[in-house]
């Protein structure tokens, strides 16, 4: 079955980087794109990145432009998210979520989430 | 503040029917698919409706979606307590390319 497992949350403080790993399992990787998506604490949900199967296309939240990165290694079934700069603001849960079609360009729904893995940035 | 427009709140009694409101505009709604998630408490959230009014499978005939313009509606019917949770319409929206989200609507069963 379709399993998506992210790591690499935790605390930081302001300023500092953290990336952070979905690793995915039960489907083939490289034909579906996929998001990061985060849930700060009492919130509703906010899209932060997508990035196409191959790779070759790539789009972000304004708020996170320019400070985050999406990225993936099809060889590793892994998606990353390279985030940089970090505030207060973008203390949430992130989770990583698949594309319901292969192929698709961005927009599709997503199907699958994973559980989420947390990042506090506090000083 | 998000894009898309939702209710903070909806309640309604076990077996009732509900429905939450989604308005957006035509860089969002107006031309492109809806989708719906469930968000139980401390959990995932789950897709419920995709394309406007299908559901993916698994998920029961209580839950219905439709759009009309730039508004789309979530219906739920025979509604029981374990319906309780946060709904969130999204959709694609062409001039930011990215997705939106509503602000999600918290569903309480009486």
């Known amino acids: 079955q379709v399993q998506l497992v992210e790591s690499g949350g935790g605390v930081v403080q302001p300023g500092r980087s953290l990336r952070l790993s979905c690793a995915a399992s039960?489907?083939?990787?490289?034909?579906?794109?996929m998001h990061w998506v985060r849930q700060a604490p009492g919130k509703g949900l906010e899209w932060v990145a997508f990035i196409s199967y191959d790779g070759s296309n790539k789009y972000y939240a304004e708020s996170v432009k320019g400070r985050f990165t999406i990225s993936r290694d099809n060889s590793k079934n892994t998606l990353y998210l390279q985030t940089d700069s970090l505030r207060a603001e973008d203390t949430a849960v992130y989770y990583c979520?698949?594309?319901?079609?292969?192929?698709?360009?961005?927009?599709?729904?997503?199907?699958?989430w994973g559980q989420g893995t947390p990042v506090s940035v506090s000083s | 503040q998000s894009v898309l427009t939702q209710p903070p709140s909806v309640s309604a009694a076990p077996g009732q029917w509900v429905t939450i409101s989604c308005s957006g505009s035509n860089s969002n709604i107006g031309n492109n698919y809806v989708s719906w998630y469930q968000q139980l408490p401390g959990t995932a959230p789950k897709l419920l409706i995709y394309?406007?009014?299908n559901r993916p499978s698994g998920i029961p005939d209580r839950f219905s979606g439709s759009k009309s313009g730039t508004s789309a509606t979530l219906g739920i019917t025979g509604l029981q307590t374990g319906d309780e949770a946060d709904y969130y319409c999204?959709?694609?929206?062409?001039?930011?390319?990215?997705?939106?989200f509503g602000g999600g609507t918290k569903l309480t069963v009486l």
């Open positions: 979520a698949r594309d319901q079609r292969a192929y698709c360009g961005g927009d599709c729904p997503s199907d699958h």
């Open positions: 039960g489907f083939t990787f490289n034909v579906y794109a």
């Open positions: 394309d406007n009014n």
């Open positions: 999204a959709t694609w929206d062409s001039s930011l390319s990215g997705w939106v």
